[in-house]
C-alpha cells in the first residue's frame, strides 16, 4: 500500500494567516493526488484534485500543488470557516489511501 | 444535486455481519464507481473497496476476505456487507461516489456509525 503522511498533525493560526500543509507519499503517485475538508460530524468535503485543480465551487483561496511524492495545499487567507481537518488522499492505485489528518485550530 | 444516504444497524455484534445500504438521490447508480469509506478515531479514513454498475469490483486487500460490495439498479441503492466482524469494525461509514477520471471521491453521504459490541 501507498503511505501518505501529513505534516503537522496540528496547526494553530488565525483569520487572515497563509498556512500550508504538507503531504507525502511513500511512493511516486504523479498528480494522483486529492484534499479534503473534514468538519466535525459531518463528511470529508472534496477540495481539490489531480494535485492542484480546484473542484467547482472551491474559493480561489484553496490551493494544492506539487507531484511525485510531496505534495501542499496552501490557504492563502484563512477564514473563519476553514477551521476544520485536512486530508490528502492518493489516487493512482488500489488501495486508495489518506494521510491521518492536519487539524487546524483558532 | 446528487445525495447519497447511508443506513442499517447502528450495533452488530461480534462475528455477525455488517450490512449498510446506501441509497443514491439525482443519479443513476449507472453512471459512477461507488465506494465505502470507513473512519476510525485511531486508524482514521480507511478506503473499504468500489463497485460499479457492471458488478466490477475492488476491495481492500485488508478487508477483502470479508466484504461484499453490491449495486441494486432497480432501488438505486449500494450495499455493503462485511461479515465476522469483530470490535476494530467500529466506526463511522461513508459511501462516496467516486469519478472515473480522477479517482477522486467528489460526493459523500453523511455517514453511519456502526459500533461493534455484544
Known amino acids: 500500500d501507498i503511505q501518505m503522511t501529513q505534516s503537522p498533525s496540528s496547526l494553530s493560526a488565525s483569520v487572515g494567516d497563509r498556512v500550508t500543509i504538507a503531504c507525502r507519499a511513500s511512493q511516486n503517485v504523479n498528480f494522483h493526488l486529492n484534499w479534503y475538508q473534514q468538519k466535525p460530524g459531518k463528511a470529508p468535503k472534496f477540495l481539490i484534485y489531480a494535485g492542484s485543480t480546484l473542484q467547482s465551487g472551491v474559493p480561489s483561496r484553496f490551493s494544492g500543488s506539487g507531484s511525485g511524492t510531496d505534495f501542499t495545499l496552501t490557504i492563502s487567507s484563512l477564514q473563519p470557516e476553514d477551521f476544520a481537518t485536512y486530508y490528502c488522499q492518493q489516487s493512482l492505485t488500489t488501495p486508495y489511501t489518506f494521510g491521518q489528518g492536519t487539524q487546524l485550530e483558532i | ?118
Open chain 2, 1 to 118: 444535486q446528487v445525495q447519497l444516504q447511508e443506513s442499517g444497524p447502528g450495533l452488530v455484534k461480534p462475528s455477525e455481519t455488517l450490512s449498510l445500504t446506501c441509497t443514491v438521490s439525482n443519479e443513476s447508480v449507472s453512471d459512477y464507481y461507488w465506494s465505502w469509506i470507513r473512519q476510525t478515531p485511531g486508524k482514521g479514513l480507511e478506503w473499504i473497496g468500489y463497485v460499479y454498475h457492471s458488478g466490477a469490483t475492488d476491495y481492500s486487500p485488508s478487508l477483502k476476505s470479508r466484504v461484499t460490495l453490491s449495486i441494486d439498479r432497480s432501488k438505486n441503492q449500494v450495499s455493503l456487507n462485511l461479515n465476522s466482524v469483530t470490535t476494530a469494525d467500529t466506526a463511522v461509514y461513508f459511501c462516496a461516489r467516486r469519478r472515473v477520471v480522477p479517482a477522486a471521491f467528489d460526493v459523500w453521504g453523511q455517514g453511519t456509525m456502526v459500533t461493534v459490541s455484544s
